[in-house]
């Protein structure tokens, strides 16, 4: 079988949850073999190896963080031209897609981005239209690049340990300097694109207040993230980071909970493709419940506290 | 300061789109054609640059006949000229083809800046800035909340999976914009006038000395091979509250192992 790069996303050696779901997905078309790069690249291997890749190529220099995008993308080019794989996985956030791009340009190669499946034959499915409408595309030349979207297939821990690889790439002159890296404030919630459960505010949150204690405070017993729709983090109530939806992030977590908001088509783009969706929203009309397994009618600050306060009961 | 905006002409994304039976592309006609929002932030932000220290906006757009009604809806907000690259060839042209006719066509302009939107609402890829920024070999500073240019040097906020990064480059340089970046204005009357007369050049691939055989349908490096509708959702529960919907909620997560 032929080798499925997947280029790992890490915080200083911490793997992403995403990475080890890309191994799985690369499983399913070949070999899984991971691509570590920047510092702390090194301590990945092992996490790697137990979710199935069976090689960490690594390269653990500081240029890859000192320049956004085309370091990467020299490193995964060099990659492609030596080893032929049969394809690159590549998380699908605003920044892999980038990669991705110029990755395609750099092999002569097809890109599909926002994959949420692929079969062994490397045909790949897509939700398009804000997930009204689901796509199979193939890469037709070169090598297929393919973005995947996060929570789109479980990791599998398989167990085994995976050959590391160090190598290193001649980079060009960079055009572009990272002068600081500025990380918000970490909740100790799960993260949003990659959460179980996540909780959202609208407008009918009503306010930042409305947020901490009827969002959050309901997030917290379910163990889940706070997401927000625009109409909230345009009026300041949430930061802009948990927004869901069209300019925001894509969720598809096993249960959202949309809570006063309205599902504008610019919304629903975000969390169409979740497992199980509930709702509490006051107006019967409201597009959201098309959405909901299972929907309340009902002011969500008498329903949101007494259902935190009876979950909290259960423990 | 000469800035270009490059604005794509989409079906509205209030209107649900839908691809065509025949040769599985956009349906455009099965939606209004609208100026792809995300790009008029683009548009106000390469505005507010000339406002401040002078320069003139130009605004382009690759796509059908139609497209050149959207060029002139982005010059209505207050630039100067436009260009829309049109030809029968680009008809299901992927990103790839794209970024290159853009490529093309603002090359050798003397453009200090050349902007985009972060994302077309229809095709969702956020890729053609990166591709153009790869292609000119100009500095790729995309997916900006913040843009802040001096002298021949440009800063901006980058948005990231955990906050930003302050990225800077110098001129010229390729800029893509997010939508928190600003609030695009309403055109003015005087505006909307201006822009019925402002030049417009109407450019086409032979122009560019882009082949029509590596754009298009044919010549794109994938393919879509089928579409189909998403599967309704069964309807789900709708209850009203009478004061035991939390009851009935935690009774739901219990039940699907949620709690
Ligand atoms: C280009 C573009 C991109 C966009 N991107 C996004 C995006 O990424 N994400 C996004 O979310 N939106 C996006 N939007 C905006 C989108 O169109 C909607 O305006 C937005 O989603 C509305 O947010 P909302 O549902 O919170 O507010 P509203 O539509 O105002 O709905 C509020 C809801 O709360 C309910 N409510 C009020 N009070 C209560 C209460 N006490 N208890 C229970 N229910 C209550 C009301 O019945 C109503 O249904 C975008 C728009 C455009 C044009
Ligand atoms: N046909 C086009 N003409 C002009 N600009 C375009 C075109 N397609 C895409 N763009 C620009 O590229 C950005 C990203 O588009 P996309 O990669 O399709 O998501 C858009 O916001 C536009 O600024």
């Not at chain 2, 010549?219 to 189909?228: D, L, S």
């Amino acid at each position: 079988m032929s080798d499925v790069l997947v280029l790992v996303e890490h915080a200083n050696g911490e793997v992403k949850k995403v990475s080890l779901e890309l191994l799985a997905m690369a499983a399913k078309v070949g070999t899984p073999v991971a691509v570590a790069l920047g510092p702390g690249a090194d301590a990945t291997a092992a996490a790697l190896g137990q979710h199935g890749a069976k090689k960490v190529f690594v390269d653990s220099s500081d240029l890859y963080a000192n320049e956004i995008v085309i370091p990467v993308v020299s490193a995964l080019a060099k990659l492609v031209s030596d080893n032929s794989p049969a394809a690159v996985l590549i998380p699908s956030s605003s920044n892999g897609k980038e990669v991705a791009a110029r990755l395609a340009l750099a092999c002569n190669s097809g890109v599909i981005t926002d994959a949420s499946d692929i079969a062994a034959d490397g045909s790949v499915t897509q939700n398009i239209f804000g997930g009204a409408t689901i796509v199979t595309a193939k890469v037709t030349t070169g090598t297929p690049i393919i973005t995947v979207r996060v929570n789109s297939i479980a990791p599998i821990a398989s167990g085994g340990s995976a050959e590391v690889v160090t190598f290193s790439v001649d980079h060009q002159p960079a055009k572009t300097t990272i002068t600081n890296r500025v990380a918000v404030e970490k909740s100790g919630r799960p993260d949003l694109s990659e959460a179980e459960i996540v909780v959202s505010g609208g407008r009918g949150v009503a306010s930042e207040d409305g947020f901490k204690t009827v969002i959050e405070p309901l997030a917290d017993v379910l163990g889940a993230a706070v997401g927000a729709s625009r109409a909230a983090t345009d009026a300041g109530w949430y930061p802009h980071q948990f927004q869901v939806g069209q300019t925001g992030k894509t969720v598809s977590p096993a249960l959202y909970f949309a809570n006063g908001i309205s599902g504008a088509i610019q919304h629903r783009a975000g969390m169409q493709t979740s497992k199980t969706v509930v709702v509490v929203n006051k107006d019967p009309e409201a597009p959201i419940f098309d959405l909901a397994d299972f929907g309340v009618v009902g002011d969500l600050n008498t329903v949101l506290p007494d259902l935190t306060a009876r979950i909290k009961g259960r423990k | 300061m000469k800035i270009c905006v490059c604005v794509k002409q989409v079906p509205d994304s209030w209107a649900e789109k839908k691809l065509s039976a025949s040769d599985k592309t956009l349906d455009r006609a099965a939606a209004d054609r609208v100026v792809n929002e995300l790009d008029e932030y683009a548009v106000e932000e390469a505005l507010k640059i000339v406002e401040a220290g002078g320069g003139e906006v130009t605004i382009l757009s690759v796509g059908p006949a139609e497209a050149a009604d959207s060029v002139r809806k982005a010059i209505s907000m207050g630039a100067t000229a436009g260009i829309h690259v049109v030809d029968d060839a680009m008809h299901g042209s992927d990103a790839v083809a794209t970024s290159l006719v853009i490529a093309q066509a603002v090359k050798d302009r003397g453009f200090d800046l050349i902007m985009f939107g972060s994302e077309s609402t229809d095709a969702r890829m956020s890729v053609v800035p990166a591709m153009v920024a790869a292609r000119l070999g100009l500095p790729q500073m995309t997916f900006a909340k913040k843009v802040d240019i001096s002298g021949n040097e440009i800063s901006i906020q980058r948005v990231t999976d955990y906050g930003y990064d302050e990225v800077k480059s110098s001129l010229p340089a390729v800029v893509s914009v997010v939508e928190k970046i600003n609030e695009p204005r309403y055109p003015s009357f005087k505006n909307i006038m201006a822009a019925k007369k402002a030049p417009m050049e109407t450019v086409s691939l032979s122009d560019l000395g882009v082949a029509g055989s590596s754009v298009g349908l044919g010549a794109a490096w994938t393919k879509v091979e089928a579409f189909a509708d998403r599967p309704a959702k069964a309807a789900g529960t709708k209850i009203e509250d009478d004061g035991s919907a939390a009851a009935k909620i935690e009774e739901f997560l219990v039940a699907q192992k949620f709690v």
